[in-house]
């Protein structure tokens, strides 16, 4: 199986910070990444596909990129609903892994 | 508008099965692949595996080989989760999700989630 790891596992940010979060995959995935925001007591929903196609309705503060081993969620300017936890998945080859999550809280 | 609803909550007793229901609406249910994933109390995401809708073709994770089996009824445009033998390690939330015409793709529209109770 493809195990993801994501760093940092936890940050703390104010309104207005740029936010990048990292997904490193324990082999090459090409670009069959995903990212997704939940908030708790939600589904989780999907910002991010393809590594960096933004999901329809998605706020353009949000951005992907990478290919291969190495991704990368940034939040330009963080706003007061994005604090959350988001997860990365991988789609390159079954089981569908996801990483164990990044919680961002309000410093 | 595109939705997935889920069956209510289950209590189970260790042992037994549980079979979750997912209805989809507001699309075409056979040109979408559904994925299956579970969440834990406090804890992350789990993919358990997906269905193809048109064929029922389906792909478990290792983890649920022979625990689990996913199904659907394209009368009604309901899939099916089965999952058997229960221990208490399988209190989770269990989640459908639509992706896309091929498999990998994500899943863009979610359930709202089920509980299940896995306690003596």
């Known amino acids: 199986d493809i195990q993801l790891t994501q760093s940092p596992s936890f940050l703390s940010a104010s309104v207005g910070d740029r936010v990048t979060i990292t997904c490193r995959a324990s082999?090459?995935?090409?670009?069959?990444i995903a990212w997704y925001q939940q908030k708790p007591g939600k589904a989780p929903k999907l910002l991010i596909y393809a590594a960096s196609t933004l999901q329809s309705g998605v706020p353009s503060r949000f951005s992907g990129s990478g290919s291969g081993t190495e991704f990368t969620l940034t939040i330009s300017s963080l706003q007061p609903e994005d604090f959350a936890t988001y997860y990365c998945q991988q789609l390159n080859s079954y089981p569908f892994t996801f990483g164990p999550g990044t919680k961002v809280d309000i410093k | 508008q595109v939705q997935l609803v889920q069956s209510g909550a289950e209590v189970k007793k260790p042992g037994a099965s549980v079979k979750v229901s997912c209805r989809a609406s507001?699309?075409?249910?056979?040109?979408?692949?559904i994925h299956w994933v579970r969440q834990a109390p406090e804890q992350g995401l789990e993919w358990m595996g997906i269905?193809?809708?048109?064929?029922?073709?389906?792909s478990y994770a290792q983890k649920f080989q022979g625990r689990v089996t996913m199904t659907r009824d394209t009368s009604t445009s309901t899939l099916y989760m089965e999952l058997s033998s229960l221990r208490s390690e399988d209190t989770a939330v269990y989640y459908c999700?639509?992706?896309?015409?091929?498999?990998?793709?994500?899943?863009?529209?979610w359930g709202q989630g089920t509980t299940v109770t896995v306690s003596s």
């Open positions: 082999q090459g995935i090409s670009s069959y």
């Open positions: 507001g699309y075409i249910f056979t040109s979408y692949y």
């Open positions: 999700a639509r992706g896309g015409p091929f498999a990998r793709l994500p899943g863009d529209v």
């Open positions: 269905i193809n809708p048109t064929g029922g073709s389906t």
